[in-house]
């Protein structure tokens, strides 16, 4: 009785859809982590096996892991055996809270508890910061679970498989396939429609994209941006962009030139092709130009 | 190493008085201080006393963003507006990020060997703050140059993105030269050490207490055997500390560089020379 107490209100259900049989999607905003969205910028989802469910990304606080939860409980009944992470950031992982009391396993890639480690605390500051009140409950919840290279997590006639990659949007990326309709979650791999940060690698994006294109998926969800069937071809845009950003910085370290000049030019060429480009652009070359001039 | 620092502080003494202070500041709150107490007037007795600061213009200049595009790599020019010669020259030039846990960034000392006397570097940035460069020319006056940058929470933000290839590559150096090296005259050149530079202020990957800070102490870069700049960093440097500076062959030679961190662990390396004569 005293655990029902502690239970929190009743959160509206998130609006979900379904994208193939048994994969729920919901589509987050293209913008900033805010108090009105709660942090609801990322691809957040679940898939529903004949035994339980499997979360992929819980949102970005608390909040939104609750409406999560509800638009889960109006689907299914089933257990909630896994939230799967795909990396370490704040819009992907702070609805981790709104599940604690199911006690799945928090999975992630091996390299996702250091990552934790290194980053919760400062991650979560950030966010009690930026969403104010609207974080409330959002807590750090590190991985129970984690994958070294492949895993596969059987819902009841119903595996995923999750991938374990090399460096590249972040040193610890796993990405999710359903076999069974086919959809891979790629997690933060792919952007659709907003620029791609790089906090991890970009040479290492480029060569973790190119083992992608081997999945024959049917379907892919981008951590950011629309789903669709036009796979592998919904990583071409992505990799123009990567390719240019690799392509420019090392032309201005050829000649030379400064971090302050490969910002100033660098990707010029993209800038109208993605949402959110002069916000993330000119981080994305100093990241990248840190790697690349120990080339 | 003789301690060419400020008057009455090295910069280690500096930094251990401001750490306690720094962890307070470590997150956001610092933004809101900032905007309360300026701590330029008690940075400006403890590391100058009374003497008189003029303003920079024709002898130093600096160059930042007015917001970071990351708030831990966060590029700084600082260039001399004088040329550098044996009867005047700048001797140092103190960097220092008023609201940043340790205010001094790093001491720059220079010669007339120094060339045009421009450094860039790369630092972090806690809070909203001005941004100065203090020089001192060798006849003993001061000049400042200052700027205002908008970045907050470069010194806690988490370090390396890719922590396994940062530890593998730690100590070593690379240096870009531009070609051809001219005789004679300045030449710039670029140093890049890779080191975590720990702050003190990020949070150790397994026992999620703070990662001691460890960083780049000394840096001594030499051309044959005259000292072209000597470097004394601390928290705030970026990750991988990077070093833009210049220097004038005479002749033929070898840039020597020397590292001492905090552990007393020194990395050194050569790179030979070959100006082209006459050009």
């Given amino acids: 009785m005293i655990l029902a107490l502690a239970v929190p209100a009743r959160a509206e259900p998130l609006p979900v859809r379904e994208v193939a049989k048994g994969v729920y999607l919901y589509q987050g905003a293209h913008g900033e982590a805010t108090a009105e969205n709660h942090g609801g910028i990322a691809n957040i989802g679940f898939v529903v096996g004949d035994a339980s469910v499997a979360v992929i990304d819980s949102g970005g606080s608390a909040h939104q892991g609750r409406r999560l939860h509800e638009a889960i409980r109006q689907v299914t009944d089933l257990p909630i055996r896994y939230v799967i992470n795909t990396h370490v950031h704040p819009d992907h992982i702070f609805g981790n809270a709104a599940f604690l009391a199911d006690e799945p396993d928090f999975v992630g890639h091996a390299k996702l508890p250091r990552a934790v480690a290194a980053r919760g605390a400062y991650y979560l500051e950030g966010l009690k910061q930026r969403l104010g009140s609207a974080s409330e409950g959002s807590e750090v919840v590190p991985p129970s679970l984690t994958v070294a290279e492949r895993l596969d997590l059987d819902l009841g006639d119903r595996v995923l498989r999750l991938t374990a990659h090399r460096t590249a949007h972040t040193d610890h990326d796993l990405s999710v396939y359903d076999a069974v309709t086919g959809t891979l979650f790629a997690g933060d791999l792919l952007f659709r429609e907003r620029v791609p940060v790089v906090d991890g690698s970009l040479k290492g994006w480029l060569n973790v994209m190119s083992e992608l294109r081997a999945i024959e998926a049917r379907r892919v969800v981008p951590g950011h941006g629309t789903p669709t069937a036009d796979w592998p071809a919904a990583l071409d845009r992505q990799e123009s962009y990567l390719r240019l950003l690799r392509d420019e910085i090392r032309a201005v370290i050829r000649d030379g030139g400064t971090m302050e000049q490969a910002v100033a030019s660098v990707a010029a060429a993209e800038r109208d092709a993605w949402l959110l480009f002069d916000d993330y652009n000119p981080r994305n070359v100093v990241t990248a130009f840190t790697e690349l001039e120990w080339e | ?279």
């Avoid at chain 2, 090295?10 to 720094?22: E, I, Y």
């Avoid at chain 2, 201080?33 to 300026?38: I, M, T, V």
């Avoid at chain 2, 004038?248 to 004569?277: C, I, K, N, Y």
């Fill in chain 2, 1 to 279: 190493m003789t301690r060419l620092a400020v008057p009455h502080f090295t910069l280690r003494d500096l930094w251990l008085s401001t750490f306690a202070a720094g962890l307070a500041l470590a997150y956001g709150a610092a933004v809101v201080a900032a905007a309360e107490d300026d701590p330029w007037p008690d940075l400006r007795e403890a590391l100058f006393e009374d003497r008189q600061i003029q303003p920079g213009d024709g002898v130093i200049r600096l160059e930042a963003p007015y917001r970071a595009y990351d708030a831990a790599i966060v590029p700084i020019t600082l260039a001399a507006e004088m040329p550098q010669t044996p009867e005047r020259y700048i001797k140092t030039i103190t960097l220092i990020i008023d609201n940043n846990p340790a205010p001094v960034a790093a001491v720059f000392t220079m010669t007339p060997h120094s060339g045009t006397a421009k450094i860039s570097t790369r630092v972090r940035i806690n809070a909203y703050t001005n941004v100065r460069a203090v020089a001192e020319t060798s006849d003993g006056m001061l000049y400042m140059a200052t700027k205002f940058v908008k970045a907050s929470g470069g010194c806690s933000a988490p370090a390396s993105k890719d922590q396994d290839k940062a530890m593998a590559r730690l100590g070593r150096m690379k240096l870009k030269q531009s070609t051809p090296v001219r005789l004679g005259q300045p030449n710039e050149a670029q140093l890049l050490i890779s080191h975590p530079n720990y702050s003190g202020l990020q949070m150790d990957q397994v026992t999620r207490h703070y990662i001691p800070a460890y960083f780049v102490q000394d840096v001594t870069i030499s051309y044959g055997n005259e000292t072209i700049m000597t470097v004394e960093g601390a928290i705030s440097l970026s990750e991988d500390p990077s070093f833009h500076f210049s220097f004038v062959p005479e002749g033929p030679g070898a840039l020597t560089v020397e590292v001492r961190d905090t552990e007393d662990a020194v990395f050194t390396r050569s790179w030979p020379v070959e100006p082209e004569a006459g050009s």
